[in-house]
């Protein structure tokens, strides 16, 4: 089982900036995707962002044009970056690793947009 672990969470007020990362436990570098979802409380899970092994991304329209996934293969890690954060981005947001069919989660991270 891969295990991945996210960071980077942690509260911003609306207008800011952060960057989550997650580590996966084995090479990313082929024969995966990647991605993130976020819960926020009382809702269900969303997709937010993916990204295959060929840099092939996926948005939620919600966060076009606001967050940019990416990935390092030498780290075995991908990136959410997130920009123009909303109070309605608030959520717990999970990182997945996808290969074979199987699905791969994290604990999450908690990113909360307030004043």
């Known amino acids: 089982q891969v295990q991945v672990v996210e960071s980077g969470g942690g509260l911003v007020q609306p207008g800011g900036s952060l960057r989550l990362s997650c580590a996966a436990s084995?090479?990313?570098?082929?024969?995966?995707?990647m991605g993130w979802y976020r819960q926020a409380p009382g809702k269900e899970r969303e997709l937010v962002a993916s990204?295959?092994?060929?840099?092939?991304?996926n948005y939620a329209d919600i966060v076009k044009g606001r967050f940019t996934i990416s990935r390092d293969d030498a780290k075995n890690t991908v990136y959410l970056q997130m920009n123009s954060l909303k109070p309605e981005d608030t959520a717990v947001y999970l990182c997945?690793?996808?290969?074979?069919?199987?699905?791969?989660w994290g604990q999450g991270t908690q990113v909360t947009v307030s004043s």
């Open positions: 997945y690793f996808q290969r074979w069919g199987l699905m791969n």
């Open positions: 990204i295959r092994d060929d840099r092939t991304t």
């Open positions: 084995t090479s990313i570098f082929r024969g995966n995707t």
